[in-house]
């Protein structure tokens, strides 16, 4: 049973910063690829970024790189994603997944983010003035 908790979400002004924060429940979050995709009214899904199971490799959409950053703390069951410099357009729900099994090899070879086989309730990000 794959559960997670996510938090940090709100309401900011353009410019500001949020960190989200995903804690697992009742499995191990450090066997596994996690990530975060978004969801905006109207638009389509959208990955945001992924993180390999030690932590050594990110990736990041082109939408936010240099902004959003992504880490993990195993030892606390936790991932996170550091939003900075935020931007109206990045209004969305926001969620951490979870890649099956043996996809480190997406991340850290193909350089590109798993398909996510688990993911939470989410969070509302809200970007306004």
């Known amino acids: 049973q794959f559960e997670f908790v996510e938090s940090g979400g709100g309401l900011v002004q353009p410019g500001g910063s949020l960190r989200l924060s995903c804690v697992a429940s009742?499995?191990?979050?450090?066997?596994?690829?996690v990530g975060w995709f978004r969801r905006a009214p109207g638009k389509e899904r959208e990955g945001v970024s992924c993180?390999?199971?030690?932590?050594?490799?990110?990736n990041y959409a082109d939408s936010v790189k240099g902004r959003f950053t992504i880490s993990r703390d195993n030892a606390k069951n936790t991932v996170f994603l550091q939003m900075d410099s935020l931007r109206p357009e990045d209004t969305a729900v926001y969620y951490c997944?979870?890649?099956?099994?043996?996809?480190?090899?997406?991340?850290?070879?193909?350089?590109?983010?798993?398909?996510?086989?688990?993911w939470g309730q989410g969070t509302q990000v809200t970007v306004s003035s």
């Open positions: 997944a979870v890649a099956p099994l043996n996809s480190d090899y997406i991340v850290s070879y193909q350089r590109t983010c798993p398909e996510y086989d688990y």
């Open positions: 993180i390999s199971s030690s932590g050594a490799t990110t």
């Open positions: 009742e499995f191990v979050l450090d066997h596994y690829v």
